[in-house]
């Protein structure tokens, strides 16, 4: 469900990290020791910036498997 401007914005995002994380050492130093925790699950700042965007097609498609697996007399339907 990729809209081609979710696909520019993301595209931009990466260059503007990556442009950064080159141009700047400190930024560059925090981004490495800040990776490397388990609190942030050893993901890189543009994994973690993209989570959000991905959870809503999550949810869509929960909710539609929920609705097919139901009863036609089931209560979660009214």
């Known amino acids: ?6 696909a520019l914005k ?3 995002t990466k260059e503007a990290l990556s442009s950064c994380d080159r141009q700047f ?6 981004l490495k020791c800040n990776e490397s925790k388990p609190e942030c699950g050893r993901q890189t700042l543009s994994e973690l910036l993209i989570t959000p965007v991905q959870r809503i097609p999550r949810i869509i498609l929960l909710l539609q498997d929920h609705d097919k697996n139901l009863d036609n007399n089931s209560q979660d339907l009214s």
Request: hydrophobic fraction near 35%.
């Open 25 to 30: 050492p400190r930024f560059h130093a925090f």
């Open 1 to 6: 469900m990729t809209t081609p401007y979710s």
């Open 10 to 12: 993301r595209k931009l």
